[in-house]
């Protein structure tokens, strides 16, 4: 697992430095949309309702439309106004006894390693949490977004769980459980008798996702025969993009730009981590090439544009050899 956060959490004068990773993955099975004709991807262009024109990442902003028809528009430095905890803190607000979060608030699990030399305030801090049976109530701050959260001991392991707003969580109310008659004594005897003779202890790998696999096998199967339904994908479509990837691409851009040139630009908000940024850099500096050969828009510095222009007339030249003019249209406007 690689860490996606690095701090250290703060309760009194005592602090822990601790790694973040998530501690939970989707094994869901991805699908692309694609033309049922021939299984060409179908790809997407953000296009500007007012002018028309297909809009570069680098020059979308984010709005908000009131009830009464007005839209106020936010830019990057508008959010870097907003309040927010310490990047590299998990500041602890308070310890509340485990059974008093509901659930229902949980969201997002994340395991904390220790990231010093001796652990030994780590250990201290999780064997605590565990005598007492309260969970810590922190801030934890990630990608520019405070979240409320709770700090618990696992198995002798630091875990984050981020937690709901309170006003995130809708109120039940339903007329129909209104004057409900209560059960009578005997139908609940029969109801516990039922249950007792159904109870086990809970272990999560009895349990399997029968729809994931039976649709790997139906896709496995699928590839084994061939058919009509199995498309040979093209080099230079296998290597492009869907537009969220393509916009986390341009935002990455902007970073590796403004830090180059020092120049220019909006600052991006970025993840705190440095390994993050490493990695973003190295993906910004292998992607963005193709993103401007594939979505054919002019970039923001007036070199690239001369570049990319240079680019355009051999990419034709070459795409005009390969395949019909038909194809070609659709790979641009992909």
Known sequence: MRSIWKGAIAFGLVNVPVKVYSATESHDIKFHQVHAKDGGRIKYQRVCSECGEVVPFQEIDKAYDSDNGERVVLTDEDFDKLPAAEKHEIPVLEFVPSEQIDPMLFEKSYYLEPDSSSPKAYALLAATLEQSDRIALVHFTLRQRTRLAALRNRDGMLVLQTLLWPDEVRAAEFPSLDGVEKPKPRELAMAETLVESMSGDFDP????????????????????????????????????????????????????????????????????????ATTAKKTAAKKTPAKKTTTGEPVAEKTAAKKTTAKKAAAKKSTAKKAPAKKTSERKGA
Do not use: C, M, P, W
């Open 205 to 276: 790998t009895e349990f399997t996702d029968e729809y994931q696999v039976e649709l790997r096998t139906l896709i496995d199967d699928a590839l084994a025969h061939g058919g009509e339904k199995v498309f040979q994908v093209a080099e230079s479509e296998s290597e492009g993009e869907d537009a969220e990837v393509l916009d986390l691409v341009a935002a990455l851009q902007r970073s590796v730009d403004a830090a180059g040139a020092g120049t220019g630009g909006k600052s991006s908000r970025s993840s705190s981590s440095a390994g993050e």
